[in-house]
């Protein structure tokens, strides 16, 4: 597929994917939709891509879903059916058992907000703004948002944050929970790449596994989550990088992994 909607880049074990509309600050059209669909369906099955950062063009990460598609007329079947599909790719990126690094360079807002939320990195440009306003458009939080927030801020806050749809800066988007890192504008590239070459570094098949666990903690048992546990480090202990690591260890020097 060629890329229109998104840049993709790769360098070294990390592939960045840039949203490409920032004219609309990079609203999520369904070209871009379709476009991030292929290329994370690439990254799942390319064994050279160990991280993946998401960013956008221009001052924006992502201002939500294009406007101009969501007055359409339809019944509840269709209705129901478009969701799904829109969800498709969304939950192939939650899944993706490789390290997801949001970098945000600015708004992000709506479904960019629960975007967001969903990687497993957050980090922040002080110009950072995020909210979920979906309640100016008469609808509700979609893209797993009314899952992620409040296991990041608490049902209370996640309620006022969602009720009143109000925009949250960077500084106090981190003292709630859901932003790893404040960074000043014009370091958070640079920032953003030595943290996705710290992780591309780690032992990639540990990495996902934990990811997997990590995702299904909050609604799993104990036995469920030591039930996985034990699959998941028979699993680890016969990666090359588990000996890697322990031959590292025992020689004093830093572990070379291959994500094998």
Same mark, same amino acid.
């Given at each position: 597929? /060629? !890329?229109?909607? #998104? #840049?993709?880049?790769?360098?070294? %074990? $990390?592939?960045? $994917?840039?949203?490409?509309?920032?004219?609309?600050? /990079?609203?999520?059209?369904?070209?871009?939709?379709?476009? *991030?669909?292929?290329?994370? %369906?690439?990254?799942?099955?390319?064994?050279?891509?160990?991280?993946?950062?998401?960013?956008?063009?221009?001052?924006?990460?992502?201002? +939500?879903?294009?406007?101009?598609?969501?007055?359409?007329?339809?019944?509840?079947?269709?209705? =129901? %059916?478009?969701?799904? /599909?829109?969800?498709?790719?969304?939950?192939?990126?939650?899944?993706?058992?490789?390290?997801?690094?949001?970098?945000?360079?600015?708004?992000?807002?709506?479904?960019?907000?629960?975007?967001? *939320?969903?990687?497993?990195?957050? *980090?922040?440009?002080?110009?950072?703004?995020?909210?979920?306003?979906? /309640?100016?458009?008469?609808?509700?939080?979609?893209?797993?948002?009314?899952?992620?927030?409040? =296991? !990041? $801020?608490?049902?209370?806050?996640?309620?006022?944050?969602?009720? &009143?749809?109000?925009?949250?800066?960077?500084?106090?988007?981190?003292?709630?929970?859901?932003? %790893?890192?404040?960074?000043?504008?014009?370091?958070? &590239?640079? $920032? &953003?790449?030595?943290?996705?070459?710290?992780?591309?570094?780690?032992?990639?098949?540990?990495? +996902?596994?934990?990811?997997?666990?990590?995702?299904?903690?909050?609604?799993?048992?104990?036995?469920? #989550?030591?039930? !996985?546990?034990?699959?998941?480090? &028979? #699993?680890?202990?016969?990666?090359?990088?588990? =000996?890697?690591?322990?031959?590292?260890?025992?020689?004093?020097?830093?572990?070379?992994?291959?994500? =094998?």
């Amino acid at each position: 597929m /060629n !890329y229109e909607a #998104i #840049i993709l880049e790769q360098e070294g %074990n $990390v592939a960045t $994917v840039k949203f490409n509309n920032p004219s609309k600050k /990079n609203m999520l059209t369904e070209q871009m939709k379709d476009e *991030l669909k292929d290329a994370i %369906n690439r990254f799942k099955d390319d064994d050279t891509v160990k991280v993946v950062v998401l960013t956008g063009s221009g001052d924006s990460f992502c201002a +939500g879903g294009d406007l101009s598609t969501m007055g359409d007329k339809m019944d509840l079947i269709q209705g =129901r %059916n478009r969701m799904i /599909n829109l969800q498709e790719w969304f939950v192939q990126l939650v899944k993706l058992e490789k390290p997801v690094i949001a970098s945000i360079n600015g708004h992000a807002v709506g479904a960019g907000f629960s975007l967001a *939320l969903a990687s497993d990195i957050i *980090l922040a440009s002080e110009k950072a703004l995020f909210g979920a306003p979906f /309640n100016k458009v008469g609808v509700i939080p979609d893209y797993g948002c009314l899952y992620f927030l409040p =296991r !990041y $801020v608490g049902l209370l806050k996640a309620k006022e944050i969602v009720f &009143t749809g109000k925009l949250l800066k960077a500084p106090e988007a981190k003292e709630l929970g859901f932003v %790893n890192e404040v960074i000043p504008h014009e370091q958070l &590239t640079e $920032v &953003t790449k030595k943290w996705a070459q710290r992780l591309s570094k780690g032992p990639a098949v540990a990495i +996902g596994l934990a990811k997997n666990m990590l995702n299904i903690t909050y609604e799993s048992s104990l036995k469920t #989550i030591l039930d !996985y546990e034990i699959l998941s480090q &028979t #699993i680890a202990l016969q990666t090359k990088d588990h =000996r890697e690591g322990v031959s590292a260890f025992f020689e004093k020097r830093e572990p070379k992994f291959q994500g =094998r």
